[in-house]
């Protein structure tokens, strides 16, 4: 008895220890009669989920169907199931459970069978221990490391760590990203990360890594390096030696992309040698190509003109060679303009090396040179100037790390073989330029007077123009013309454009001296009235002020249907309104006939159409002509206007123009105003009328209203 007594109060021990320990613990326990379908706790898991103990008894039974979070039922009970079923030792399940007041809150449930009976299980214990405040942590820690990996990744910064114990390298994910890689692909190393830096940066950072290893000194460098996939980019990488009894044991830094930071850095420094030079660039700008510094068109056709003299002085001959770089559009296409701008250089300074010393090379725009070839006792002598340029075009350059291969076509033509004028002997040679094209490029090609080759390529050159007019590949573009005293629009000018598919969009300059003497520049003429008007007309619906001046060329001036034809066009729009449309003739057409070009003026004038003089100033001024001839306007040429506020003889002959048409009752039109001074020195000298980039550049007709709302805006 006494036996059965010490063992009872053992075993009442050990439950009390039992107990001790749970409440301790604070662990939920649960007893499941299975087979009875009965559900108990103690107190410690009631409290867990908000309840008293006496609260849940009646709630024991939902506890799967409505307290497990929805998520987790079907986890918890395929756990449950596999256990009682015997594929478990144990149930173990982390879920959520629903707390008294709604919530839910992390538990660890495990459990065991404890009883059987005929194989099936009958009786289950486990507990639940609250795991909440360690899924908060797990979660602040995932929301922390994916926190800080965005972080990296729009920094750009990676972080490594080396163990030199172990050579171990680690990079991080952004670090592999930045080398265009990821851990399956690439197994980093410090000689395979140190190979792929530029040699420069190379030998930096191998320097570096060799004073932290042995020295403990770390570094923060900027280097240049290849990605796995060959992209070349600039980083800066730091480092921090971490050491132990005063030997380096671990090497820690950061890794990050800074290209668009330096590149940036070299658009400023660039910026800022374009700026130190800046007064000596508008001291040549006058006379020299900006980029390459080579002679620009004004200098070339004083230099020309030089030429032609000295050959009719000495008996020698004079080369003109019009050069043309072959494939060039292509690389600027691929590569971008600034490695076009770089190439344009190099190949300036090879073919001018080619050269003899006293011959001229100059850039006339784009990829086009000229080279001025004189003193040649025999016009064959220049052939071998001209192999030397086409050996000097053709060879490899080296231009950013590039190797790149182009070639030239040269046109030339010969003075005294050829008589023309310098203007007529660069267009020789330019159309001697597209034969050498024609002929499989890398050529020179002399002109040919006797065959006409000249004749040839102009035929060619309208046969395309009249197609272009064909397929409708002509547009208007319209430059404004304001008060500048009331700040006020007065009119715009009508600018032909041809919208090429093959070149782009082209000036007037590229195809109208081609037709001035052939009657497609008639046909052409046409279409920019009826063009002009009818976009007036769509204008005078919004302000019926607007006017259009239109230029017309001498032929077409001078056509006996001229006038009948403007009848025709102006009864398409019977609200015309008297000198909406103003026709703009040059100096010399007017003088070439004054009788008739008169007559055809006073016309015009009747049916409501005015007329100005344009670019006056420049051709052969005849004041009993001026006198004769009843225009409205003179428009000063842009020659005289753009340099009047650095020369006092263009300034004067401003002056001069202003108030000869003062005298004729003429109002002034000044071309040409590129600054707020040059409107405000026109003003002072009494032309209250002007045009020019300083006040538009010409614009396609869907950008002019916009542009005269905004400058009604201004004058206000």
Same mark, same amino acid.
């Given at each position: 008895?006494?036996?059965?007594?010490?063992?009872?109060?053992?075993?009442?021990?050990?439950?009390?220890?039992?107990?001790?320990?749970?409440?301790?613990?604070?662990?939920?326990?649960?007893?499941?009669?299975?087979?009875?379908?009965?559900?108990?706790?103690?107190?410690?898991?009631?409290?867990?989920?908000?309840?008293?103990?006496?609260?849940?008894?009646?709630?024991?039974?939902?506890?799967?169907?409505?307290?497990?979070? +929805?998520?987790?039922?079907?986890?918890?009970?395929?756990?449950?199931?596999?256990?009682?079923?015997?594929?478990?030792?144990?149930?173990?399940?982390?879920?959520?459970?629903?707390?008294?007041?709604?919530?839910?809150?992390?538990?660890?449930?495990?459990?065991?069978?404890?009883?059987?009976?005929?194989?099936?299980?009958? *009786?289950?214990?486990?507990?639940?221990?609250?795991?909440?405040?360690?899924?908060?942590?797990?979660?602040?820690?995932? =929301?922390?490391?994916?926190?800080?990996?965005?972080?990296?990744?729009?920094?750009? =910064?990676?972080?490594?760590?080396?163990?030199?114990?172990?050579?171990?390298?680690?990079?991080?994910?952004?670090?592999? *990203?930045?080398?265009?890689?990821? +851990?399956?692909?690439?197994?980093?190393?410090?000689?395979?990360?140190?190979?792929?830096?530029?040699?420069?940066?190379?030998?930096?950072?191998?320097?570096?890594?060799?004073?932290?290893?042995?020295?403990? =000194?770390?570094?923060?460098?900027?280097?240049?390096?290849?990605?796995?996939?060959?992209?070349?980019?600039?980083?800066?990488?730091?480092?921090? =030696?971490?050491?132990?009894?005063?030997?380096?044991?671990?090497?820690?830094?950061?890794?990050?992309?800074?290209?668009?930071?330096?590149?940036?850095?070299?658009?400023?420094?660039?910026?800022?040698?374009?700026?130190?030079?800046?007064?000596?660039?508008?001291?040549?700008?006058?006379? /020299?190509?900006?980029?390459?510094?080579?002679?620009?068109?004004?200098?070339?056709?004083?230099?020309?003109?030089?030429?032609?003299?000295?050959?009719?002085?000495?008996?020698?001959?004079?080369?003109?060679?019009?050069?043309?770089?072959?494939?060039?559009?292509?690389?600027?296409?691929?590569?971008?303009?600034?490695?076009?701008?770089?190439?344009?250089?190099?190949?300036?300074?090879?073919?001018?090396?080619?050269?003899?010393?006293?011959?001229?090379?100059?850039?006339?725009?784009?990829?086009?040179?000229?080279?001025?070839?004189?003193?040649?006792?025999?016009?064959?002598?220049?052939?071998?100037?001209?192999?030397?340029?086409?050996?000097?075009?053709?060879?490899?350059?080296?231009?950013?790390?590039?190797?790149?291969?182009?070639?030239?076509?040269?046109?030339?033509?010969?003075?005294?073989?050829?008589?023309?004028?310098?203007?007529?002997?660069?267009?020789?040679?330019?159309?001697?330029?597209?034969?050498?094209?024609?002929?499989?490029?890398?050529?020179?090609?002399?002109?040919?007077?006797?065959?006409?080759?000249?004749?040839?390529?102009?035929?060619?050159?309208?046969?395309?123009?009249?197609?272009?007019?064909?397929?409708?590949?002509? #547009?208007?573009?319209?430059? +404004?013309?304001?008060?500048?005293?009331?700040?006020?629009?007065?009119?715009?000018?009508?600018?032909?454009?041809?919208?090429?598919?093959?070149?782009?969009?082209?000036?007037?300059?590229?195809?109208?001296?081609?037709?001035?003497?052939?009657?497609?520049?008639?046909?052409?003429?046409?279409?920019?009235?009826?063009?002009?008007?009818?976009?007036?007309?769509?204008?005078?619906?919004?302000?019926?002020?607007?006017?259009?001046? #239109?230029?017309?060329?001498?032929?077409?001036?001078?056509?006996?249907?001229?006038?009948?034809?403007?009848?025709?066009?102006?009864?398409? /729009?019977?609200?015309?309104?008297?000198?909406?449309?103003?026709?703009?003739?040059?100096?010399?057409?007017?003088?070439?006939?004054?009788?008739?070009?008169?007559?055809?003026?006073?016309?015009?004038?009747?049916?409501?159409?005015?007329?100005?003089?344009?670019?006056?100033?420049?051709?052969?001024?005849?004041?009993?002509?001026?006198?004769?001839? +009843?225009?409205? /306007?003179?428009?000063?040429?842009?020659?005289?206007?753009?340099?009047?506020?650095?020369?006092?003889?263009?300034?004067?002959?401003?002056?001069?123009?202003?108030?000869?048409?003062?005298?004729?009752?003429?109002?002034?039109?000044?071309?040409?105003?590129?600054?707020?001074?040059?409107?405000?020195?026109?003003?002072?000298?009494?032309?209250?009328?002007?045009?020019?980039?300083?006040?538009?550049?010409?614009?396609?007709?869907?950008?002019?209203?916009?542009?005269?709302?905004?400058?009604?805006?201004?004058?206000?």
């Amino acid at each position: 008895m006494k036996d059965l007594t010490t063992f009872e109060q053992t075993q009442d021990d050990h439950r009390e220890r039992l107990s001790l320990i749970v409440n301790a613990m604070a662990i939920g326990v649960w007893d499941w009669q299975i087979q009875a379908d009965k559900l108990t706790y103690n107190n410690h898991l009631a409290n867990m989920l908000g309840y008293e103990e006496s609260e849940i008894v009646p709630l024991a039974q939902e506890v799967w169907s409505k307290w497990i979070h +929805p998520e987790d039922f079907v986890v918890a009970t395929k756990s449950v199931m596999h256990h009682l079923t015997g594929h478990t030792d144990v149930y173990e399940v982390e879920l959520r459970i629903r707390h008294k007041s709604g919530h839910y809150i992390w538990a660890l449930a495990s459990g065991r069978v404890v009883e059987w009976e005929n194989g099936q299980a009958k *009786r289950m214990i486990g507990m639940h221990f609250d795991i909440n405040e360690r899924k908060k942590s797990d979660e602040s820690l995932v =929301v922390t490391s994916q926190l800080l990996n965005q972080s990296q990744k729009i920094a750009r =910064v990676g972080g490594w760590q080396l163990e030199l114990s172990t050579g171990k390298l680690f990079w991080t994910k952004e670090t592999y *990203r930045l080398h265009d890689t990821s +851990p399956e692909e690439f197994d980093p190393t410090v000689d395979a990360g140190v190979s792929y830096f530029l040699p420069e940066s190379q030998t930096l950072i191998s320097a570096a890594l060799y004073e932290a290893i042995n020295n403990g =000194v770390g570094y923060d460098l900027e280097l240049q390096t290849y990605t796995t996939k060959g992209r070349k980019i600039d980083v800066r990488t730091t480092c921090v =030696v971490t050491q132990e009894n005063g030997v380096s044991v671990r090497l820690t830094g950061i890794f990050q992309d800074i290209s668009e930071q330096k590149a940036i850095q070299r658009k400023l420094e660039k910026a800022n040698d374009e700026l130190a030079g800046a007064n000596k660039a508008l001291k040549l700008s006058a006379h /020299y190509d900006s980029l390459t510094g080579l002679p620009n068109r004004y200098l070339l056709a004083d230099r020309m003109e030089q030429g032609v003299v000295k050959s009719s002085r000495s008996n020698t001959f004079l080369a003109i060679a019009f050069i043309d770089i072959d494939g060039f559009k292509a690389i600027n296409d691929k590569h971008g303009h600034d490695i076009g701008d770089e190439l344009l250089k190099k190949l300036g300074e090879a073919l001018k090396h080619s050269l003899r010393e006293g011959d001229t090379l100059a850039r006339i725009g784009g990829d086009e040179f000229v080279a001025v070839i004189d003193n040649l006792a025999k016009p064959s002598e220049g052939e071998l100037v001209l192999s030397r340029m086409l050996e000097a075009a053709s060879s490899p350059l080296i231009v950013d790390e590039r190797i790149l291969n182009v070639s030239a076509s040269i046109g030339v033509t010969v003075y005294p073989l050829d008589t023309s004028d310098p203007d007529q002997l660069l267009r020789h040679a330019d159309q001697a330029m597209y034969i050498a094209k024609q002929n499989g490029k890398n050529c020179y090609h002399i002109f040919d007077i006797e065959k006409d080759v000249a004749t040839k390529h102009h035929n060619e050159k309208l046969t395309r123009i009249g197609q272009a007019l064909i397929n409708n590949e002509f #547009v208007l573009y319209y430059q +404004p013309k304001v008060d500048l005293k009331k700040q006020q629009l007065v009119g715009l000018e009508a600018l032909i454009r041809w919208n090429d598919p093959d070149k782009g969009l082209r000036s007037p300059a590229d195809f109208l001296p081609e037709v001035e003497s052939n009657t497609l520049g008639i046909e052409i003429g046409k279409w920019v009235i009826q063009t002009a008007l009818k976009q007036l007309h769509e204008w005078r619906r919004v302000n019926d002020d607007i006017t259009i001046s #239109v230029n017309i060329s001498p032929l077409h001036l001078q056509q006996p249907d001229f006038v009948s034809d403007l009848k025709a066009y102006l009864a398409i /729009y019977p609200n015309y309104k008297a000198e909406s449309l103003d026709l703009e003739i040059v100096e010399s057409s007017a003088l070439d006939d004054i009788e008739l070009v008169s007559s055809i003026i006073k016309e015009c004038k009747q049916i409501g159409v005015s007329f100005s003089i344009d670019d006056f100033g420049v051709g052969y001024s005849s004041l009993v002509y001026l006198k004769r001839l +009843p225009v409205k /306007y003179l428009k000063i040429d842009q020659s005289f206007v753009r340099d009047m506020l650095v020369d006092m003889d263009d300034k004067a002959i401003i002056q001069g123009i202003i108030e000869l048409a003062k005298v004729f009752n003429l109002t002034v039109i000044a071309e040409g105003v590129e600054t707020d001074k040059h409107g405000d020195v026109l003003l002072a000298l009494g032309c209250l009328f002007a045009q020019g980039y300083g006040i538009a550049r010409p614009m396609p007709s869907s950008e002019f209203l916009p542009w005269l709302s905004e400058f009604n805006k201004q004058a206000t």
